[in-house]
């Protein structure tokens, strides 16, 4: 991941509602969420939802499918294993007792998907 693109993602992550969404999403796994689902649990109304999961899309944290009428929101695990990833590319001056780890595993479990 470069640097634009983490900007754009902290951006997008920036933000109450957008924020929640997210975690939300990370909490339904694979299978996502219907956006009205979404707006129902966050108590937000639809129209607006809709935008807050627009700018997600387009930071390219969540991806979107149609159902019949219902539109499928769920993460982009890929994604998010990236953003950890150039997060810790430098952790801890280059002694990786901490973070190697946890980006091995991150790794590894990138590998086997």
Known sequence: MDKIIAIEVFEALANDTRLAAFRLLVRAGPG???AGEIAEQL???QNTM???LHKLGRAGLVTSRRESRRIIYRVDFAIVRDLILFLMEDCCGG???VCGPIAQ???????TS
């Open 50 to 52: 809709s935008s807050h």
């Open 43 to 45: 108590g937000v109304v």
């Open 105 to 111: 595993s991150l790794v590894s479990e990138e590998q």
């Open 32 to 34: 996502g969420l219907p």
């Open 95 to 97: 002694n990786d007792f």
